[in-house]
């Protein structure tokens, strides 16, 4: 059974920092792609980093420069530092993972996900 588990959201000034992860179990870790997706209120869910089963890391524009994606395979955790945090990037954050070893941000359709970390940056 796969499960994703979110960790590490919470308050934090405009300028400020975070790092989210993501413990995954149930399934060959190192061969899916993995992504982080955030959801607004009143929004769309939308892509926001995306790392495929070779490493290679794609971002939303909104993200390029302040959020950096990262994986660690031998501890099927993902990561995603998230500096110079602004006001728009309060949302929920979820953990996703594809069955299939490549994706970019644009392209991945998960077919697990988390429960979802609150990420809330103030003025």
């Known amino acids: 059974q796969v499960r994703l588990v979110e960790s590490g959201g919470g308050s934090v000034q405009a300028g400020g920092s975070l790092r989210l992860s993501c413990t995954a179990s149930?399934?060959?870790?190192?061969?899916?792609?993995m992504g982080w997706f955030r959801q607004a209120p009143g929004k769309e869910r939308e892509g926001v980093a995306v790392?495929?089963?070779?490493?290679?890391?794609t971002y939303a524009d909104s993200v390029k420069g302040r959020f950096t994606i990262s994986r660690d395979n031998a501890k099927n955790t993902l990561y995603l530092q998230m500096n110079n945090l602004k006001p728009e990037d309060t949302a929920v954050y979820y953990c996703?993972?594809?069955?299939?070893?490549?994706?970019?941000?644009?392209?991945?359709?998960?077919?697990?996900w988390g429960q979802g970390t609150q990420v809330t940056v103030s003025s």
């Open positions: 996703a993972a594809e069955d299939f070893p490549f994706a970019t941000v644009a392209t991945m359709n998960p077919h697990y």
């Open positions: 790392i495929d089963s070779e490493g290679v890391t």
């Open positions: 149930g399934y060959t870790y190192s061969s899916y792609c």
